[in-house]
């Protein structure tokens, strides 16, 4: 007969073992929103169970059997709240009632033939031990098995009858121990079905025997019922989730955003690079590539805002003569500073800047200054993007001059994005002060 209850021990033990693996199966749905490692606010920690099952005095472990051969089984019912604080591991206090009975019909008129045990309440506090949150792999286990361990008060009346008499003893309040193991079948976000076998140590006098070979006196409830989680629904049930799981997956989107990112940088610097190439001026007269239509052109020849040959003059005379640069010629370059205006983060000159920019094309020609642009930016975004834009916005007023008429050779374009403010960066109007071209005459 122990033999028989071992093998029965077995083979629950490994049913509960090939639970945790063979079965578990991922359901991401109940980890939505789940911080790695984040505070318990990030998840609903409370829960609520009720069960129904068998009471009696039998175990399928042979622990503690009574001397009862014909043992009844009766309706028993529980519930319980839980409190989970880490995925594995919750505090529950448990509420249990129904009765216990059994028979003895080979009983002398000494011994007793009959009891009956009612139990009006038994109240328990346990912690409970959810296996299957354990393995890495899993964000969620559809089949969870769960062990539980706790003591409590027993409150019981037991009736017992000997030779056809039948007494009612006082009702007793014991400690008890419950020890409960089982399944949680994940059925919906928050909702689990538990089928549990859980056994209970009283006191030696719950069947109404006292002394004989047993310490005391033990009886099973095999129960099943519902667990729901309580609080907002949005959130992931703490006793469902695996934050190993849930770190891992975080992991493997961290790891796709950085690739994301270096892939996107890896364009942006060919894009500069491009850009870099349009501005250089590779033939050196004076105009961007990006602007140049006749690049190749040699060395010393003049060319105009397209960077094409100009005609040659015969007869050329040249005339050595002293550049004045007047208080009127500096008005006509600071009405042209003024009114210079750009499409925003874009080198497009506005319609608005073009009349101010034609009386400095007229003063060049007329009086063939040489003229030096200098752009500038705030330190808004990256120094690569600033120093481009400031170059390509000089290079800009450079060819618009150039297309009136204006000597390239004479105009030099340069960027020195936000390396020489003359304001500060920290506020708006600092900002606008420091995104300009400078004009110098000479």
């Known amino acids: 007969m122990k033999t028989t209850y071992i093998k029965k021990a077995s083979i629950l033990a490994t049913a509960l073992l090939l639970s945790a693996t063979t079965f578990a199966q991922v359901n991401e749905s109940t980890v939505e929103g789940t911080s790695i490692l984040g505070p318990e606010t990030d998840y609903r920690t409370w829960s609520i169970g009720i069960n129904a099952g068998v009471l009696n005095q039998s175990n399928i472990f042979g622990f503690n059997r009574a001397g009862f051969d014909k043992l009844s089984h009766n309706v028993g019912?529980?519930?319980?709240?839980?409190?989970?604080?880490?995925?594995?591991?919750?505090i529950k206090a448990q509420y249990m009632g129904g009765k216990v009975g059994g028979k003895n019909e080979i009983a002398t008129a000494t011994e007793i033939a009959e009891f009956e045990t009612k139990m009006p309440w038994s109240a328990a506090v346990s912690g409970e031990f959810t296996l299957a949150n354990t393995n890495w792999r899993f964000f969620n286990s559809i089949i969870k098995p769960y062990f539980a361990f706790?003591?409590?008060?027993?409150?019981?009346?037991?009736?017992?009858?000997?030779?056809?008499?039948?007494?009612?003893?006082?009702?007793?309040?014991?400690?008890?121990?419950?020890?409960?193991?089982?399944?949680?079948?994940?059925?919906?976000?928050?909702?689990?079905?538990?089928?549990?076998?859980?056994?209970?140590?009283?006191?030696?006098?719950?069947?109404?025997?006292?002394?004989?070979?047993?310490?005391?006196?033990?009886?099973?409830?095999?129960?099943?019922?519902?667990?729901?989680?309580?609080?907002?629904?949005?959130?992931?049930?703490?006793?469902?989730?695996?934050?190993?799981?849930?770190?891992?997956?975080?992991?493997?989107e961290l790891v796709a955003e950085r690739d994301g990112l270096i892939a996107a940088n890896d364009q942006l610097k060919s894009e500069i690079n491009q850009i870099n190439e349009h501005l250089e001026d590779s033939d050196g007269d004076g105009v961007a590539n990006k602007f140049d239509q006749c690049p190749d052109t040699p060395t010393?020849?003049?060319?105009?805002?397209?960077?094409?040959?100009?005609?040659?003059?015969?007869?050329?005379?040249?005339?050595?003569?002293?550049?004045?640069?007047?208080?009127?010629?500096?008005?006509?370059?600071?009405?042209?500073?003024?009114?210079?205006?750009?499409?925003?983060?874009k080198a497009t000159i506005r319609p608005t800047s073009n009349e101010s920019l034609n009386k400095v094309a007229a003063l060049l020609i007329?009086?063939?200054?040489?003229?030096?642009?200098?752009?500038?930016?705030?330190?808004?975004?990256?120094?690569?993007?600033?120093?481009?834009?400031?170059?390509?916005?000089?290079?800009?007023?450079?060819?618009?001059?150039?297309?009136?008429?204006?000597?390239?050779?004479?105009?030099?374009?340069?960027?020195?994005?936000?390396n020489?403010?003359?304001?500060?960066?920290?506020?708006?109007?600092?900002?606008?002060?420091?995104?300009?071209?400078e004009f110098t005459l000479f």
């Open 420 to 437: 020489q403010p003359i304001a500060t960066n920290s506020t708006a109007e600092g900002r606008q002060q420091n995104r300009r071209v």
């Open 300 to 345: 010393g020849v003049k060319v105009d805002g397209s960077g094409c040959p100009l005609p040659e003059m015969k007869n050329e005379t040249k005339v050595v003569e002293k550049i004045v640069v007047t208080e009127e010629d500096k008005k006509v370059v600071d009405e042209a500073i003024k009114n210079l205006e750009f499409d925003l983060s």
């Open 366 to 418: 007329e009086k063939n200054f040489s003229l030096k642009l200098a752009g500038h930016t705030d330190n808004t975004g990256s120094l690569q993007l600033n120093l481009r834009l400031s170059k390509e916005r000089a290079e800009a007023v450079k060819a618009y001059l150039v297309s009136k008429g204006a000597n390239a050779s004479r105009i030099e374009a340069t960027g020195y994005g936000p």
């Open 77 to 90: 019912y529980s519930a319980y709240i839980k409190k989970q604080l880490s995925p594995s591991f919750g």
């Open 150 to 252: 706790g003591i409590g008060a027993l409150s019981y009346e037991t009736s017992n009858t000997m030779d056809a008499v039948s007494t009612t003893a006082d009702s007793e309040t014991k400690l008890f121990v419950p020890v409960d193991a089982g399944l949680k079948f994940a059925v919906s976000k928050g909702i689990n079905i538990d089928l549990g076998y859980q056994l209970n140590w009283a006191n030696q006098n719950f069947d109404g025997i006292q002394g004989g070979q047993y310490k005391n006196d033990l009886f099973s409830y095999a129960h099943a019922g519902l667990e729901v989680a309580l609080g907002n629904a949005s959130k992931p049930y703490l006793g469902n989730s695996n934050p190993v799981a849930t770190m891992s997956k975080k992991y493997d």
